[in-house]
């Protein structure tokens, strides 16, 4: 099961769904076409933006860590954060912001914790480069990097509901094992949360 297969699960059709730091638009334009959803994007770069009208996907340009005041309570069925809170100034903020906007949100996050980050700092000494976080420590938009128990236990801190978890390995593949040690095993995972 794909992280995007897991997000079509949880998103009802004809729902309403706000993709925040949407990149190209590509979750926006599977769901419109397997769920019928009304799709808005939200993202800063140009040239997703552009990527995003290229397939008829409504976008606005707006930074997230300058406040998402433009949207009400409750406005969206669905409010997707996928592989984003790592890049934002203030995630906490962030996850508070869209549990108002969003009757249920999805986040997906890279988990710091895999083994394969654990032993690149234990043997090199180094920052790791992996699938999941490709760039150098230098080059990288993540500031926030976090591991699956830090992202729960700052919703737990924020009084903000975990309904479901689903980890993926490097290969975006859930697999079993995954279940034993999410913290080691799991590349990332996909959040369902709500207040």
């Known amino acids: 099961m794909s992280t995007l297969s897991v997000i079509e ?24 076409k397997t769920k019928d959803v009304i799709g808005l994007g939200v993202e800063i770069e140009e040239k997703n933006i552009e990527e995003c009208l290229l397939q008829n996907i409504n976008v606005i340009e707006q930074n997230i860590d300058d406040g998402l005041i433009n949207f009400s309570n409750d406005s969206f069925d669905v409010v997707i954060l996928s592989q984003t809170i790592q890049v934002l100034k203030n995630p906490n903020t962030a996850l508070g912001e869209i549990t108002r906007i969003g009757k249920t949100c999805i986040v997906t996050i890279p988990n710091f914790g895999h083994w394969r980050s654990r032993l690149s700092l234990l043997f090199n000494g180094r920052m790791p480069v992996t699938s999941p976080l490709p760039e150098s420590w230098h080059a990288t938009p993540n500031i926030h990097l976090c591991t699956l128990k830090d992202f729960e236990m700052l919703c737990s801190e924020l009084l903000i509901t975990i309904e479901e978890r689903v980890t993926v390995n490097s290969n975006n593949e859930n697999k079993w094992y995954l279940n034993i040690w999410p913290n080691l095993f799991s590349a990332s995972a996909i959040y369902k949360i709500s207040k």
Not at 17 to 27: A, M, R, S, Y
């Open 9 to 32: 699960k949880w998103v009802e059709v004809r729902s309403k769904v706000l993709d925040l730091g949407c990149g190209n638009g590509n979750i926006l334009s599977e769901l419109q």
